[in-house]
C-alpha cells in the first residue's frame, strides 16, 4: 500500500528534473554554437600579429585591424 500524498519535500523532484535535463541540453547547444565574438577570437589567435596587436588593443580591434572589411585600390 503506497501513500497517496506525497512527501513535502520530495514534491517538486519531478518538476526540477525536468529543468536540469533542459539546462544540460541547453548547454550542450551553446557548446556547439560559438558566438561571432568568440569565433573571431579563435581565428585572430591564430594568426601571431593579429594576436599581439590585441594585447595592446583588444581582440575586437585586432580582428577589425587584421581581418575587417579589406582595402580595395
Known amino acids: 500500500f503506497s501513500d ?3 512527501n513535502r519535500r520530495r514534491a517538486n ?6 529543468r536540469r535535463l533542459e539546462a544540460i541540453s541547453q548547454e550542450r547547444i551553446r557548446e556547439r554554437i560559438k558566438a561571432p565574438q568568440e569565433r573571431q577570437r579563435e581565428i585572430c589567435e591564430n594568426y601571431y600579429p593579429c594576436e599581439a596587436y590585441a594585447f595592446r588593443h583588444g581582440y ?6 587584421y581581418f575587417g572589411q579589406r582595402r580595395t585600390k
Open 4 to 6: 497517496p500524498f506525497l
Open 13 to 18: 523532484d519531478f518538476i526540477q528534473s525536468d
Open 60 to 65: 575586437a580591434a585586432a580582428y577589425r585591424h
